[in-house]
């Protein structure tokens, strides 16, 4: 008998009883080798003594105190250390707890800069579909995975959605590349023209999107007409980097690779590898001049935002993705994984597309590849795919609604930085494994 309320009342999980590098160990001892690093988090992989040291010494000294009355020497280094990596205009660090409060923060943020500004009539949130920005409120009411959104929708605050970059079944034939970018970034200002550009605050994207698409990037060019347009409407342009950044794309920050200036970047998941739960929203020194010297005070904050303990796990994670090479290492594993993938599942009938950055990759599943036509939803391809691949041994990150919410289904990868060659030809193997029970 548990008294844990879990995610699905209908599955017991096994207990997990140690980590083990790449992998995670149940209580019977069995292995799983873990293919998505949870929810795209533990980039170091789950026994880093680096981190799990830092957290002692820092609860050696203080485990907690509120930001309302101190900082903390950990809150301020970290601080120094992103800011050091951020892109161009980058100039402050909020941290808080976990992804979704980082948007929140975010839309709060953006919010309350245009009230400074004078502009307390801009309010709207521009998002895309397919999107997946957390699942608080304002965060899933940003995000377009419409099954989250359904039954919650009449607590939701309205936002509004364009399509997606996603080339694998958005290109027209005889359409290029740059072409499509253009095309699906062009309906962000028609959008905001139909709101009204002086109602309009912010875009929110990722800049590989994760969970809803399976590592989807945008195609070349696309982020900067996007950036053009908000520069042209004085719109906001957030970044949600809670999955696709910290190094998971192959760079610190995924932005970095298209390359675009944001005014707030969310990040999470990787920041603290799983060891402490933590998120950070930077933004821009324009907006936040515009808070210090107008009321002094942004209005919003949680208990454990600016954690020591958190912050002090999190600038090892850091260190170690910066100075000692893991970044670099995500970008050539990531290569590494993908080729092999291509090698195995390239020419596969029900695998569409492999795609993605980095160790960030996701393999769309098809019931026809030529006609790119879906399975059926009510067979749960990834359902079966995500049992199949467990009870073989690996943990993998499946997910259906793909294509608009209810069709398509996709498989992805995030494995920690620390890969090696054997663990993914593991991951080849037992995903082929899994693809041979479920389809």
Not at 234 to 244: S, Y
């Given at each position: 008998?548990?008294?844990?309320?879990?995610?699905?009342?209908?599955?017991?999980?096994?207990?997990?009883?140690?980590?083990?590098?790449?992998?995670?160990?149940?209580?019977?001892?069995?292995?799983?080798?873990?293919?998505?690093?949870?929810?795209?988090?533990?980039?170091?992989?789950?026994?880093?003594?680096?981190?799990v040291?830092?957290?002692?010494?820092?609860?050696?000294?203080?485990?907690?105190?509120?930001t309302?009355?101190?900082?903390?020497?950990?809150?301020?280094?970290?601080?120094?250390?992103?800011?050091?990596?951020?892109?161009?205009?980058?100039?402050?660090?909020?941290?808080?707890?976990?992804?979704s409060?980082?948007?929140?923060?975010?839309?709060?943020?953006?919010?309350?800069?245009?009230?400074?500004?004078?502009?307390?009539?801009?309010?709207?949130?521009?998002?895309?579909?397919?999107?997946?920005?957390?699942?608080?409120?304002?965060?899933?009411?940003?995000?377009?995975?419409?099954w989250?959104?359904?039954?919650?929708?009449?607590?939701?605050?309205?936002?509004?959605h364009?399509?997606?970059?996603?080339?694998?079944?958005?290109?027209?034939?005889?359409?290029?590349?740059?072409?499509?970018?253009?095309?699906?970034?062009?309906?962000?200002?028609?959008?905001?023209?139909?709101?009204?550009?002086?109602?309009v605050?912010?875009?929110?994207?990722?800049?590989?999107?994760?969970?809803?698409?399976?590592?989807?990037?945008?195609?070349?060019?696309?982020?900067?007409?996007?950036?053009?347009?908000?520069d042209?409407?004085?719109?906001?342009?957030?970044?949600?980097?809670?999955?696709?950044?910290?190094?998971?794309?192959?760079t610190?920050?995924?932005?970095?690779?298209?390359?675009?200036?944001?005014?707030?970047?969310?990040?999470a998941?990787?920041?603290?590898?799983?060891?402490?739960?933590?998120?950070?929203?930077?933004c821009?020194?324009?907006?936040?001049d515009?808070?210090?010297?107008?009321?002094g005070?942004?209005?919003?904050?949680?208990?454990?935002?600016?954690?020591?303990?958190?912050?002090?796990?999190?600038?090892?994670?850091?260190?170690?993705?910066?100075?000692?090479?893991?970044?670099?290492?995500?970008?050539i594993?990531?290569?590494?994984l993908?080729?092999?993938?291509?090698?195995?599942?390239?020419?596969?009938?029900?695998?569409?597309?492999?795609r993605?950055?980095?160790?960030?990759?996701?393999?769309?599943?098809?019931?026809?590849?030529e006609?790119?036509?879906?399975?059926?939803?009510?067979?749960?391809?990834?359902?079966?795919?995500?049992?199949?691949?467990?009870?073989?041994?690996?943990?993998?990150?499946?997910?259906?609604?793909?294509?608009?919410?209810?069709?398509?289904?996709?498989?992805?990868?995030?494995?920690?930085?620390?890969?090696?060659?054997?663990?993914?030809?593991?991951?080849?193997?037992?995903?082929?494994?899994?693809?041979?029970?479920?389809?």
């Amino acid at each position: 008998m548990s008294y844990v309320f879990p995610r699905h009342c209908q599955v017991s999980p096994p207990a997990v009883m140690q980590g083990d590098g790449v992998y995670l160990i149940d209580r019977s001892g069995k292995r799983y080798l873990d293919g998505s690093g949870g929810a795209a988090v533990s980039c170091l992989g789950h026994s880093d003594a680096d981190v799990v040291a830092a957290i002692k010494v820092q609860l050696d000294k203080v485990a907690y105190a509120h930001t309302s009355f101190f900082t903390s020497d950990p809150a301020e280094e970290l601080a120094d250390r992103l800011i050091a990596s951020a892109p161009d205009g980058i100039e402050r660090v909020y941290f808080v707890s976990g992804g979704s409060e980082t948007i929140e923060a975010a839309l709060k943020l953006a919010r309350q800069y245009f009230i400074e500004k004078g502009e307390p009539e801009r309010h709207r949130i521009i998002a895309r579909e397919q999107s997946y920005h957390g699942n608080t409120l304002g965060a899933l009411a940003t995000g377009g995975n419409q099954w989250r959104k359904r039954p919650f929708a009449p607590l939701m605050i309205e936002t509004s959605h364009i399509p997606p970059c996603y080339e694998y079944r958005g290109r027209k034939a005889g359409e290029s590349r740059f072409e499509y970018g253009q095309r699906v970034a062009d309906a962000l200002e028609t959008e905001i023209l139909r709101l009204g550009p002086e109602s309009v605050a912010a875009f929110v994207a990722e800049p590989v999107v994760g969970a809803t698409l399976g590592a989807v990037p945008a195609v070349e060019g696309y982020f900067k007409r996007i950036r053009q347009i908000c520069d042209r409407y004085g719109i906001l342009l957030i970044l949600d980097e809670v999955m696709c950044g910290m190094g998971r794309c192959g760079t610190l920050f995924a932005c970095e690779q298209e390359p675009v200036r944001p005014d707030i970047i969310t990040i999470a998941k990787g920041l603290g590898a799983g060891y402490q739960p933590i998120g950070a929203m930077l933004c821009s020194g324009e907006i936040y001049d515009a808070i210090a010297s107008g009321s002094g005070f942004f209005q919003h904050g949680h208990t454990y935002i600016g954690h020591p303990v958190a912050c002090a796990a999190a600038n090892a994670v850091v260190g170690k993705l910066v100075d000692g090479g893991l970044v670099e290492q995500s970008r050539i594993m990531g290569a590494r994984l993908k080729t092999r993938l291509a090698e195995e599942f390239g020419q596969h009938p029900h695998i569409g597309d492999i795609r993605g950055r980095g160790l960030f990759v996701g393999l769309e599943i098809v019931q026809n590849r030529e006609a790119k036509t879906p399975f059926d939803p009510e067979r749960g391809v990834n359902k079966a795919v995500k049992k199949a691949a467990f009870t073989a041994g690996l943990a993998c990150y499946p997910m259906g609604g793909t294509i608009d919410g209810v069709q398509g289904d996709h498989v992805l990868l995030a494995p920690p930085f620390i890969l090696q060659d054997n663990h993914i030809d593991e991951i080849v193997d037992k995903l082929g494994q899994a693809f041979q029970v479920a389809f």
